[in-house]
Nanobody
Framework: QVQLVESGGGLVQPGGSLRLSCAAS????????MGWFRQAPGKEREFVAR????????AYADSVKGRFTISRDNAKNTVYLQMNRLKPEDTAVYYC???????????????WGQGTQVTVSS
């Protein structure tokens, strides 16, 4: 079983940037596709981005495409989410998880971290 710990969240002004990290422990996740989700108050958890085990293929939600970049460093067992040109509607708790395969819905991801809060406000 892999344990995931997210970090890097905080308060940022609109137009600013943050980089989130997701550190894995318990076992290597080198063969796992990984993803980022977010959940705003009163809303469903929604897909943000996914990366294959090699890092060769990535996928993004339309709402973040062109602004967010997912990457990974398998030597460090860490996945990153670089978030640029942040908007107030990006405010949410951000989670990373292991992709079991199938759809990009939360049901097909597992080993969720505890999340990190991102607040975009002036």
């Amino acid at each position: 079983q892999v344990q995931l710990v997210e970090s890097g969240g905080g308060l940022v002004q609109p137009g600013g940037s943050l980089r989130l990290s997701c550190a894995a422990s318990g076992r290597t996740f080198i063969n796992d596709a990984m993803g980022w989700f977010r959940q705003a108050p009163g809303k469903e958890r929604e897909f943000v981005a996914r990366i294959t085990w090699s890092g060769g293929f990535t996928a993004y939600a339309d709402s973040v495409k062109g602004r967010f970049t997912i990457s990974r460093d398998n030597a460090k067992n860490t996945v990153y989410l670089q978030m640029n040109r942040l908007k107030p509607e990006d405010t949410a708790v951000y989670y990373c998880a292991v992709h079991r395969g199938g759809s990009f819905t939360a049901a097909d991801f597992t080993s969720w971290g505890q999340g990190t809060q991102v607040t975009v406000s002036s």
